[in-house]
């Protein structure tokens, strides 16, 4: 697996290089995620080359934006583990500290295959979770307690707002990571943002090394508490986005 490519894109945002005990486990996981497959339906890239730039690369992009007091964080949706999981890897690593994570997702085999990477990279701090965001996000223990809520590929913003921002703590920041059509989408929900509790976004167009299409680092800070009102049922949020 050729990480140079990982290497330059993370000293052009001004990010530490991956460590060699990084490496180490991002060639396992990778092997993990690649021989597990079929398997568990992980993912459409499979070629190691391409799941160092367009899973690993791109996973590690909220590190040049997140606060440094960000310790506990959930991926929504978060599949074979992107973005969270390469994320807190290398935090952990380049800052010495651990990272909280959970890795939520709705679908059982994806947090069974991540269980599995957990345990084979001996990862501490990282919890699989099965579960939907909006049921997740009227759990008390989890309703406003993160400081940094990720999410990649998991659907437009008028819908993601809603399955994200409640568990943002006030103070803390959902990050996203999206198409460059994410600015236009949180142009559309603005008002649902607010309703939610959410700032105005700030946006930050990145670009993966080799032939990738522009992408979009879209920041929402929490700055007031959502109303106990959402999220709402999934039915409803999609019928009727805010
Ligand atoms: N974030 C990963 C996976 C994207 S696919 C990546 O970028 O590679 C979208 C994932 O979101 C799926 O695994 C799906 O099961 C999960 N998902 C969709 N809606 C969800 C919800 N409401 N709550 C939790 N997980 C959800």
Do not use: W
């Amino acid at each position: 697996m050729n990480f140079a490519p990982v290497d330059t894109y993370l000293a052009a945002l001004g990010l530490p290089a991956l460590p060699q005990s990084v490496r180490e486990r991002f060639a396992r996981y990778a092997e993990l995620l690649i021989c597990e497959n079929e398997k568990y339906n992980l993912t459409a890239v499979t070629d190691p080359d391409e799941v160092a730039v367009r899973h690993f690369a791109d996973s590690l992009t909220p590190a040049a934006y997140l606060p440094q007091d960000a310790r506990r964080m959930i991926d929504v949706g978060c599949g074979a583990g992107f973005p969270g999981l390469p994320l807190k890897i290398y935090l952990d690593a380049v800052r010495g500290e651990n990272h909280g994570l959970t890795m939520l997702d709705a679908t059982g085999k994806k947090t069974e295959f991540l269980r599995m990477v957990c345990r084979e990279l001996e990862i501490s701090g990282g919890e699989p979770l099965q579960g939907r965001a909006e049921e997740l996000g009227h759990d008390p223990a989890r309703r406003e307690s993160y400081d940094v809520v990720l999410s990649r590929a998991v659907s437009a913003m008028d819908k993601l707002d809603e399955l994200c921002l409640p568990l943002c703590r006030v103070g803390g920041v959902f990050l996203a990571l999206k198409s460059a059509a994410g600015r236009e989408e949180c142009e559309r929900c603005a008002a649902g943002i607010a309703k939610l509790g959410g700032g105005t976004p700030q946006f930050d167009p990145y670009q993966l090394p080799g032939d990738q299409p522009e992408s979009l680092v879209v920041r929402i800070p929490k700055i007031s508490p959502t109303p106990k009102a959402y999220p709402r049922a999934f039915g409803a949020i999609k019928k009727r986005p805010l």
